[in-house]
């Protein structure tokens, strides 16, 4: 039996294991046996919205409340909220601040076509809602960084089927992101290069983890995937802040997103998944220079068990070659 792999991610220094002495191939990996999440428009909060909307767009991407197709709304159940923010407190040896910021939905208007269903330009108009929020939040004192996310399915965190994204605005900058900033800024201070731009060009000479690109974007399962099918989708040109992508840029990204998010509903029978930005914090723009933004999409294809708890080492069992070999063969609109 082949002996499995340990792969090192070059940007946040954590191991994985590639599993490919389990021997599992991309079929095995279907969603066939998994209660489909379905519920019906009547009973839908997001069929009738609140009124008026923070922000709402037409399918031409004209500014308006009738016959919307992408609206954002506050979240009626904030994880975050008004207060007073960047007071820390102390209770006996620990430390804590209020949970300050903002909590917003992003709603297409179809029950249920999610992002990969759309056509480029429905998608174009998510993502212009999230680069015009993250404009409008980024600037508030007590925001540090904006999380953009988006879960698909039950096992990706979802409580509502139809399709959304949130984006939650907080006066701190998350562990996760404060890794990647942590190994981005020491790889370029090392080699006086981007990472991310190496790890790029790399992967676009070899082509074995290539599973889409066009002009602007790549995508590509990254050579230490954290989950099978895990996907990266990087912009061409370096930056370190999403919120400054072109209108070009920003309808080529919808069209890299929306195509790999089909090839992996295709391929896979509609998985779980969720996806999010890794982006610079708010604040001086020059400081993250370094940093590369992107988006990552993670399928929930196992559940952490007592191993991946245990050590923090991540277990994938298909490698992530295999992976984007079965992924670029899937045919899509």
Known sequence: MEISE????????????????????????????????IQPKKTCPFEAPPTPAILSYDNMGH?????????????????FGKGICAVFKEMG????????GFHELVVSRDHERSLGSM?????????????????ALKDDACVEYVSIFHNHGRLAGATIAHPHSQIIAIPVIPPDIARSLKGSAEYSAAHNICVHCIIMEYELKERVRVVYENERFAVMTPYASKTAFEMRVYPKRHGAHFEDITDADRMLLANAMRTVLAKLSRGLK???????????????????????????ILPKTAIWAGFEIGTGIEISTIAPEAAAEFLRGVTVG
């Open 119 to 135: 056509t480029d330009q429905e998608a174009e108009l998510v993502f212009r809602a999230y680069q015009a929020r993250y404009h």
């Open 270 to 296: 509609n998985p779980d998944f969720n996806f999010f930005l890794h982006t610079a914090p708010t604040g001086d723009s020059h400081q993250f220079d370094h940093y590369h933004w992107h988006f990552e």
């Open 93 to 100: 040896p620990y430390e804590w601040t209020e949970g300050v």
């Open 63 to 79: 500014t308006t409340e009738k016959n919307w197709w992408a609206q954002v709304i506050p979240n009626k159940y904030p994880a």
């Open 6 to 37: 340990l792969r090192r991610d070059i940007v946040s220094g954590a191991w994985v294991v590639i599993a490919t002495g389990r021997g599992k191939r991309p079929h095995d990996f279907l969603a066939t046996r998994r209660q489909k999440f």
